[in-house]
């Protein structure tokens, strides 16, 4: 593999490496501040699952790295528009039905984008994917189930999803637009096709939106940066906060 | 410890002579180590007390989740992330299935959790201090949860069923807890001069509110007595503390952190240590809502039962509409 | 905090891996059978793949005498850090 190939597909695996560490960040903050038990233990295990998925695709980053570079470095000490996630995961929590509404946009997206990369040509990946797939299997049938009793519960409780959607469907279109990146791991059978995952994403996520009495906004113009590194204002902080013990004590052993 | 200010109700232990036949036949069988079980029939002042005692330990794990979970977004690997966080969510769920044995002596889950919220109940004074530092989630694994293992293992074996079932369950998910914890201590203690100062900086805060944890000095009193004889309780709080002392000395040496006791020594005469005196104001105010984080811990949970109301109701609502749906259709 | 809206208590039965019949593992509340099933997945394996589950409302259940025994308890292999071999104890602690 040349150089330049090889930067590329690190590339490609630091998205995925990074959309699970994000989100499961993001989810971990409401560990023992969920509205049910129930609801905090099953939210937990939903970010170790997240995590625990970033960890191995920062394994294989890792693997890929030219300046040698460990999993929790690449993790925990890159500059901010190092970072290669999609806009939708750094958002803030915000109320739980918020949470939840970001939580089902991407595990349906997510789900159909492990099901493409199952058939990777790089082993490693189809290997991830694979291994990822019966956990996001589940978080979409919980996800599903959740905003659809919770948009056909309480008018109070169809307010707030219809809210949380009109909030975050602006950063769903990032999750299946193809850059050049996306491209050339798609020519070379390593990288999922976005146009298809669009596809079963749209049917999918219509036919939730539906059953749970929702209807998503007409955008004019959908949010991105996030995959090239350019991202909200709320991602400094996240980063901050989750980066320091790295950077306040580099090069220790934890 | 997690149940620290159990009063138990009633005149002190009865004797056989003064026990009615009910009585008489319900002490037979603890004596026997026949399990009460929820349908069976109980002294009231039992099922009060246990009420009380499995309400407390329960609301000590979920609002022990905090404390940790304050450095969960903040771990320093993705390991110790994964694992911190695993270990705070074993937290909600024994509470859980904690509020579920209490449940089954006639208390609801959502009774308890107004008690918690309202300052009526109590929780282990332990979980109103702060982590102010890595080391603490350390500190917290082996010295909190080295207490709670050694009065939660002998609570396996106690009378009431539904309770000893829930600490076989949690005893067995918490074997972890306190080797992880150690585990921390132990890394930093071999690492950077930093990382050494943090751990003993951390042993310096969490030494004095670990031992507090098994409460007042209890030999004398009637309520344990009485806890002693319906075998809710095993062990006297100064018989487990010296016991965690006796155990935790030798592990800090090992670590080569300072126990912070100028009074701690070896006795040979009673084969373990003497320790310094316990500073029971300040365990007192700590209970009684002075201590240096009571109203960030309280005022977490009624935010997260406040603002989860909204969905819970919702989840309600939408059941009862399905319900309807289905026996329509029928 | 009324109490009209506490989700109703659901016991919770497991079969696991090894063929034996279900297993009552504890309770949760939930808002109906489906949302039970979803947490008893959520709270009752998170070590292990209980391969069925089976909830009951607490309410429907006629009791004769208590007779219970212990929990069942699978082992997993799938997050090892929730074992306490995961951790290097030095010898010199002895057990913990």
């Known amino acids: 593999?040349?150089?330049?190939?090889?930067?590329?597909?690190?590339?490609?695996?630091?998205?995925?490496?990074?959309?699970?560490?994000?989100?499961?960040?993001?989810?971990?903050?409401?560990?023992?501040?969920?509205?049910?038990?129930?609801?905090?233990?099953?939210?937990?295990?939903?970010?170790?699952?997240?995590?625990?998925?970033?960890?191995?695709?920062?394994?294989?980053?890792?693997?890929?790295?030219?300046?040698?570079?460990?999993?929790?470095?690449?993790?925990?000490?890159?500059?901010?528009?190092?970072?290669?996630?999609?806009?939708?995961?750094?958002?803030?929590?915000?109320?739980?039905?918020?949470?939840?509404?970001?939580?089902?946009?991407?595990?349906?997206?997510?789900?159909?984008?492990?099901?493409?990369?199952?058939?990777?040509?790089?082993?490693?990946?189809?290997?991830?994917?694979?291994?990822?797939?019966?956990?996001?299997?589940?978080?979409?049938?919980?996800?599903?189930?959740?905003?659809?009793?919770?948009?056909?519960?309480?008018?109070?409780?169809?307010?707030?999803?219809?809210?949380?959607?009109?909030?975050?469907?602006?950063?769903?279109?990032e999750l299946t637009l193809s850059d050049a990146l996306d491209d050339e791991m798609l020519a070379l059978g390593i990288g999922a096709d976005l146009s298809g995952v669009e596809r079963k994403f749209q049917a999918a996520i219509t036919r939730g939106f539906h059953e749970a009495s929702l209807v998503a906004p007409k955008i004019g113009y959908m949010q991105r940066g996030g995959k090239t590194g350019v991202h909200s204002e709320s991602m400094g902080r996240l980063l901050a906060e989750m980066q320091v013990m790295q950077r306040s004590h580099p090069n220790l052993t934890w | 410890m997690y149940a620290q200010m159990v009063k138990a109700t009633g005149k002190g232990v009865k004797t056989r002579e003064q026990m009615d036949e009910n009585e008489r036949h319900f002490q037979d069988r603890i004596d026997n180590d026949i399990k009460i079980e929820a349908k069976d029939w109980m002294p009231e002042g039992y099922r009060k007390t246990l009420k009380r005692q499995i309400s407390q330990h329960a609301h000590s794990e979920i609002v022990g989740q905090l404390p940790e979970g304050n450095w969960i977004t903040r771990a320093p690997t993705l390991e110790r992330k994964t694992i911190l966080l695993a270990k705070v969510q074993d937290e909600a769920g024994h509470g859980l299935y904690l509020y579920c044995a209490a449940e089954t002596l006639g208390i609801?889950?959502?009774?308890?959790?107004?008690?918690?919220?309202?300052?009526?109940?109590?929780?282990?004074?332990?979980?109103?201090?702060?982590?102010?530092?890595?080391a603490d989630m350390g500190a917290i694994g082996w010295l909190v949860d080295g207490a709670a293992i050694m009065n939660q293992v002998p609570l396996q074996y106690c009378s009431y069923g539904p309770y000893a079932r829930a600490m076989v369950r949690i005893c067995k998910e918490e074997s972890f807890h306190?080797?992880?914890?150690?585990?921390?201590?132990?890394?930093?203690?071999?690492?950077?001069?930093?990382q050494k100062a943090m751990a003993q900086d951390a042993l310096n805060r969490w030494w004095w509110p670990a031992l507090m944890m098994f409460g007042p000095s209890d030999a004398d009193s009637v309520h344990s007595a009485q806890s002693f004889a319906w075998n809710i309780k095993q062990n006297s709080n100064d018989e487990l503390r010296q016991k965690f002392v006796d155990q935790t000395v030798p592990q800090a040496e090992f670590l080569g952190l300072n126990v912070p006791d100028s009074d701690l020594k070896w006795n040979d005469k009673k084969n373990g240590y003497d320790f310094g005196a316990i500073n029971w104001d300040e365990f007192f105010a700590v209970i009684a809502g002075d201590g240096p984080c009571n109203k960030e811990r309280l005022g977490?949970?009624?935010?997260?039962?406040?603002?989860?109301?909204?969905?819970?109701?919702?989840?309600?609502?939408?059941?009862?509409?399905?319900?309807?749906?289905?026996?329509?259709?029928? | 905090m009324s109490q009209k809206n506490e989700w109703p208590l659901w016991e919770i039965f497991v079969r696991g891996q090894h063929g034996l019949a279900h297993r009552h593992v504890g309770s949760l509340h939930a808002a109906d059978?489906?949302?039970?099933?979803?947490?008893?997945?959520?709270?009752?394996?998170?070590?292990?793949?209980?391969?069925?589950?089976?909830?009951?409302?607490?309410?429907?259940?006629?009791?004769?005498?208590?007779?219970?025994?212990?929990?069942?308890?699978?082992?997993?292999?799938?997050?090892?850090?929730?074992?306490?071999?995961?951790?290097?104890?030095?010898?010199e602690i002895g057990n913990m």
């Open chain 2, 108 to 134: 609801s889950r959502d009774e308890m959790t107004e008690q918690l919220l309202s300052g009526k109940a109590k929780y282990s004074s332990i979980f109103n201090y702060p982590t102010l530092t890595w």
């Open chain 3, 33 to 91: 059978a489906e949302m039970a099933l979803n947490n008893a997945r959520d709270v009752y394996t998170r070590r292990n793949e209980g391969l069925s589950i089976w909830c009951v409302p607490a309410a429907a259940i006629t009791a004769s005498a208590p007779s219970e025994k212990g929990p069942l308890f699978e082992p997993s292999n799938s997050k090892v850090y929730r074992h306490p071999t995961f951790y290097d104890i030095p010898k």
């Open chain 1, 1 to 173: 593999m040349s150089a330049q190939s090889q930067k590329n597909l690190q590339q490609y695996v630091l998205r995925l490496a990074d959309n699970a560490l994000i989100i499961g960040q993001r989810l971990s903050e409401w560990c023992g501040h969920a509205p049910a038990l129930e609801e905090d233990i099953a939210t937990a295990n939903t970010a170790l699952d997240l995590i625990g998925q970033a960890r191995n695709w920062f394994a294989y980053a890792s693997e890929l790295d030219t300046d040698g570079r460990s999993e929790d470095q690449l993790a925990l000490l890159r500059d901010e528009r190092d970072y290669l996630n999609v806009l939708l995961v750094e958002q803030p929590n915000g109320d739980y039905g918020n949470t939840l509404m970001r939580q089902f946009i991407f595990d349906i997206w997510h789900f159909y984008l492990l099901e493409g990369l199952t058939r990777s040509a790089d082993a490693t990946i189809s290997a991830i994917a694979e291994k990822s797939i019966k956990e996001v299997n589940y978080h979409v049938s919980r996800s599903s189930d959740l905003i659809i009793r919770l948009g056909n519960g309480t008018e109070e409780s169809h307010g707030k999803l219809q809210e949380a959607l009109n909030n975050l469907w602006r950063y769903s279109g």
């Open chain 2, 300 to 330: 977490a949970r009624q935010k997260a039962w406040n603002d989860g109301a909204w969905f819970r109701e919702a989840l309600i609502v939408n059941a009862e509409k399905r319900a309807a749906c289905k026996q329509a259709a029928e």
């Open chain 2, 178 to 194: 306190q080797r992880q914890g150690f585990d921390i201590m132990n890394v930093l203690a071999k690492g950077s001069e930093a």
